[in-house]
T-cell receptor
Framework: SQQGEEDPQALSIQEGENATMNCSYK?????LQWYRQNSGRGLVHLIL?????REKHSGRLRVTLDTSKKSSSLLITASRAADTASYFC????????????FGKGTSLLVTP | KAGVTQTPRYLIKTRGQQVTLSCSPI?????VSWYQQTPGQGLQFLFE???????NKGNFPGRFSGRQFSNSRSEMNVSTLELGDSALYLC????????????FGSGTRLTVV
């Protein structure tokens, strides 16, 4: 079953602009992760934020987590054409064991 | 360090047949998980193995099964294939039970005709 829901479903921006994607989830979590997928290939882990953290940075990525609103956002700064991909949030919690619950993803298109 | 290796990359099977997919995790990773990805249902968890034991199973029929070997390599099997089983099957590995990021393989694209 889908736990996370990403918003928007699709996003189109130009190189150099920032891209923001949001994720909402339903039940309590231990961790929230963001993954990238290029053209139906495997997923690449981007960043993990624990339930007791509010913000995390990794290079051009910034993730925030608001457990009171059960939501997270992924910000990609200074986007490049190579950032074109689908982005998924995934949660794991005490009810899901070692299973990740994925949202349906945001499709990001970055044009030169 | 080699990544997660899934074989085969592509597979075409006929309804009613069975199929076995293979996954070799990153060396030293003892946890292997399987996911099914379809356009309609998205990414759905199938099962997770750690040290040859299934620790968690998703909501899939009994036609879907898996196992893990002593070298942490894993296989999943789907019997009596249905058209709806057409999907990208992804394997992911993780170091010893720690709740950290997973490394995914490139997947096996299964088409059932």
């Amino acid at each position: 079953s889908q736990q996370g829901e990403e918003d928007p479903q699709a996003l189109s921006i130009q190189e150099g602009e920032n891209a923001t994607m949001n994720c909402s989830y339903k039940t309590s979590i231990n961790n929230l992760q963001w993954y990238r997928q290029n053209s139906g290939r495997g997923l690449v882990h981007l960043i993990l934020i624990r339930s007791n953290e509010r913000e995390k940075h990794s290079g051009r990525l910034r993730v925030t987590l608001d457990t009171s609103k059960k939501s997270s956002s992924l910000l990609i700064t200074a986007s490049r054409a190579a950032d074109t991909a689908s982005y998924f949030c995934a949660t794991d919690g005490s009810n899901s064991g070692y299973a990740l619950n994925f949202g349906k993803g945001t499709s990001l298109l970055v044009t030169p | 360090k080699a990544g997660v290796t899934q074989t085969p990359r592509y597979l075409i099977k006929t309804r009613g047949q069975q199929v076995t997919l293979s996954c070799s995790p990153i060396s030293g990773h003892r946890s292997v998980s399987w996911y099914q990805q379809t356009p309609g249902q998205g990414l759905q968890f199938l099962f997770e193995y750690f040290s040859e034991t299934q620790r968690n199973k998703g909501n899939f029929p009994g036609r879907f099964s898996g196992r893990q070997f002593s070298n942490s390599r894993s296989e999943m099997n789907v019997s009596t294939l249905e058209l709806g089983d057409s999907a990208l099957y992804l394997c992911a590995s993780n170091s010893a039970g720690e709740r950290s990021g997973y490394t995914f393989g490139s997947g096996t694209r299964l088409t059932v005709v």
